[in-house]
């Protein structure tokens, strides 16, 4: 016994500061968590897992922000996607270019007014000298005084030509020194961003989005850390089908089914009824006006010591009177997804008008 306890000392004492080694890896999937169930290629997990964690979170953005396209409830877009867009500076070098041409314009007509005003002023030269010829010399000084006239109007003129053209654009200098400070600025503060953002993504306990190991392949679970404000699994995943069978556009490579999970627990049939009575209040509450008509989805993964029908039962029975099942046309659907010895449990509307939640068929052309 005594070498046992030496050998440990020693062991113990090559150890990092001390401290048992991590394991690497993602967490495995406990109970008491809340996510999305996603079904994928087998072999595929990991990319799966990436394009889960970027589709959700970009659908999670639209929600918060609401930036996202507005859907029907028939599933038909509100506004066309096509739209004629106009930026503010085709407008200005629109009106630009109209001003350059009109002082285009401007200018051919003065230089055709000049050339007739000269082409008269030599007709009247020609008449001057038949008369200076017939007439006398006091005449010829005349005619040649009213030339240089002429001459120092026409230069008078061209003066004012040149002077009344339109001044060239000057460099906007000043301009651009307070745009690159008020750049250099908001990269500043955009560099500040990203950092705080990255330092985020690298603690892992402020992460939202996370990938947890079902241990099953085939089988990708993303957990949700939902704070104050934050939408549901549920609202996340409605918005991402009807969006998603609504524009027919092509999501991921990888991901085939996304199910909103917001109970997990033990797959006992008290721990089931124990874990979905906030669900029951939530989604089937006692005193409505509207029963819904509802169905159980189960599922079971590398579990085959449960009764199926015993799992459907508890959780049918937990629905109150006023609800009642409808295995053809139910408006709502109960998922059921047991994963080895975890139970989760969510809730889903127009699970087979949306394809069964497949996305990959919803973004089919065929």
């Not at 917001?262 to 049939?269: F, G, I, N, Q, R």
Request: aromatic fraction near 6%; charge should be negative; glycine fraction near 6%.
């Amino acid at each position: 016994m005594a070498t046992g306890d030496q050998s440990k000392k020693r062991k113990q004492r090559y150890l990092l500061q001390n401290r048992p080694a991590k394991k690497k890896g993602a967490y495995p999937l406990k109970p008491g968590v809340q996510g999305f169930f996603i079904s994928c290629d087998g072999g595929r997990e990991y990319q799966a897992s990436q394009e889960a964690i970027n589709v959700i979170d970009s659908f999670f953005e639209e929600l918060m922000h609401g930036t996202g396209l507005k859907v029907n409830s028939s599933g038909v877009l509100e506004n066309p996607i096509n739209k004629k867009v106009t930026f503010s500076y085709s407008e200005d070098e629109d009106e630009e270019e109209d001003d350059e041409g009109n002082n285009d314009k401007e200018e051919e007509n003065k230089e055709v007014g000049d050339k007739e005003e000269v082409s008269e002023g030599g007709n009247k030269q020609v008449d001057e000298k038949e008369e200076a010829s017939e007439g006398s010399s006091e005449v010829k000084q005349v005619a040649e005084t009213e030339t240089e006239k002429d001459k120092q109007e026409e230069e008078e003129e061209k003066q004012k030509d040149v002077i009344e053209e339109p001044p060239k654009k000057k460099p906007c200098v000043e301009e651009a020194t307070a745009s690159a400070k008020v750049n250099g600025n908001a990269e500043k503060s955009i560099d500040k961003l990203i950092d705080a953002e990255l330092k985020e993504l690298g603690d892992k306990s402020k992460r939202r989005f996370m990938k947890l190991d079902p241990g099953c392949n085939g089988i990708v679970f993303i957990q949700m850390k939902r704070r104050e404000g934050d939408p549901s699994p549920k609202d996340i995943v409605q918005h991402a089908m009807t969006s998603a069978a609504a524009t027919k556009k092509h999501m991921s490579r990888f991901i085939l089914r996304i199910l909103p999970i917001e109970v997990a627990c033990y797959p006992s049939e008290e721990e089931i009824s124990r874990a979905i009575k906030p669900l029951v209040e939530q989604y089937f509450p006692v005193e409505t006006d509207n029963p819904r008509k509802f169905a159980v989805l189960y599922g079971a993964r590398a579990n085959t010591g449960l009764d199926r029908m015993k799992i459907i039962n508890t959780v049918a029975k937990s629905i109150p009177a006023p609800h009642k099942v409808d295995l053809n046309n139910p408006e709502m659907s109960i998922v059921v997804e047991i994963v080895k010895t975890v139970c989760l449990i969510g809730v889903v509307e127009k699970y087979k008008e949306l394809a069964k939640y497949n996305l990959r068929q919803l973004t089919s052309t065929k």
